[in-house]
């Protein structure tokens, strides 16, 4: 057994031991604050076993191991449908953005560790209404005062905004440049005077979007995370920390397997479900999707073992597990017939048809849109040209709201 092996082995062994206290059985029936106290409890129980920040330098309080343990404790965890979600922005994007770029390294050490242990939760503000998934097109604003600087604007579908307590921005600091240019990132305390947060309820019950107001919100400069006018490099550089994270090829939806016992237990035609060609068409073209998704992280893998960089095929991953996941739950509610009709706003979307297929749609929208991977796609893995871009080069304040 190899060292990526053995490492796999003690994450599972340690995961099962916790299930009883954090899994699906410990969070069935708990209100929303219930849950979020659980996931605080299972983040403070990973990092007392050694399972926080694990590519993380240990001066910041990780474990200084490589994005591939990483990876392999995530793909455990995720098997296990742990508690994790209230950290995946916190530790994915936003901490480590702070960790690398803060003014203040001292502050920046205290946010990471209180991050890791499960006290502290951020969250990223950088849709907004008009932009979509055009991150260039913030228009939010961040004007001078004094030495420092006055927010004000809105944010749209911030993860989990309603319980963080620090978040990192991207803000307009100058309308008279090209859209990329006149940006700024800063980081903010999302309990100061002017900030304000209503959380969306989305068609599948939940409400872990929010809508976030800034109205004079004042900003010291020490709060700065980019040059003036850079926020836009530092915003991809956000982006690109924590590329290494665990893809489901269930799209983050029910196992197959489920799937099949349905199939089993419906009919079609006064004949079992599993028997119609149909059906069995659809589980055959969902095991392949699923199959070849699960080769393309196999040889992420293997790549990032020898030192190297996935490319960018692992946008194939998310467009298409989370549309073959769409697909396979309406066809399930359809073999469930009236029984398909009855919803519990409380059952999850990896174990339940119903909600997985109300909750696909956001899982389309989230992490990038279908149609911004299908731009990554073609011009990075065919070679296809650029989209035309009419509004390059030109003046933010003279490009049409």
Not at 57 to 67: T, V
Not at 248 to 261: K, S
Not at 390 to 400: A, C, L, W
Request: glycine share 10%; hydrophobic share 40%; aromatic share 8%.
């Amino acid at each position: 057994m190899n060292d990526l092996d053995a490492y796999r082995a003690a994450a599972r062994d340690w995961l099962r031991s916790q299930l009883p206290a954090f899994g699906r059985e410990a969070q069935a029936g708990l209100s929303e604050l219930d849950h979020l106290a659980l996931g605080k409890r299972y983040q403070r129980a990973k990092f007392d076993a050694g399972y926080a920040g694990i590519n993380w330098d240990p001066e910041f309080g990780g474990q200084g191991l490589s994005p591939l343990h990483k990876v392999i404790f995530e793909q455990e965890e995720m098997a296990c449908g742990m508690p994790s979600g209230y950290y995946g922005v916190s530790l994915g994007i936003s901490v480590p953005v702070v960790m690398k770029f803060a003014q203040d390294r001292a502050w920046a050490k205290e946010r990471v560790l209180a991050a890791l242990k499960g006290d502290e939760i951020w969250c990223q503000l950088f849709s907004e209404p008009s932009g979509g998934s055009d991150l260039a097109g913030a228009r939010t604003k961040a004007e001078p005062d004094g030495n420092g600087w006055k927010l004000n604007g809105q944010k749209l579908w911030t993860t989990y905004a309603q319980f963080s307590d620090y978040g990192v921005i991207l803000a307009r600091n100058d309308p008279t440049v090209p859209k990329h240019k006149g940006l700024t990132f800063f980081w903010l305390d999302m309990h100061a005077p002017g900030v304000t947060v209503r959380p969306i309820k989305l068609a599948a019950g939940d409400n872990h979007v929010n809508e976030v107001f800034f109205d004079d919100v004042k900003l010291t400069d020490g709060q700065r995370l980019s040059p003036v006018g850079g926020g836009f490099g530092t915003a991809m550089a956000t982006l690109m920390i924590e590329r290494y994270s665990a893809s489901d090829p269930a799209g983050f939806g029910p196992a197959l397997d489920l799937f099949i016992d349905l199939a089993r237990n419906s009919e079609v035609n006064g004949r079992p479900a599993i028997e119609d060609g149909r059906i069995r068409s659809a589980i055959a073209r969902t095991y392949a999707m699923r199959s070849g998704l699960e080769a393309i992280t196999t040889r992420a893998m293997r790549m990032m073992a020898a030192g190297m960089e996935p490319g960018p095929e692992g946008s194939l991953n998310k467009l298409v597990s989370v549309r073959s996941r769409q697909k396979l739950s309406e066809l399930a509610i359809d073999l469930m017939g009236n029984v398909g009709l009855a919803w519990d706003v409380h059952a999850s979307g990896k174990d339940d048809w119903v909600a997985s297929w109300l909750a696909a749609p956001t899982g389309r929208i989230a992490g990038g849109a279908d149609e911004m991977l299908l731009n990554t796609i073609a011009e990075r893995i065919l070679g296809l040209p650029q989209d035309h871009r009419p509004d390059k080069g030109v003046p933010f304040n003279q490009i049409p709201a």
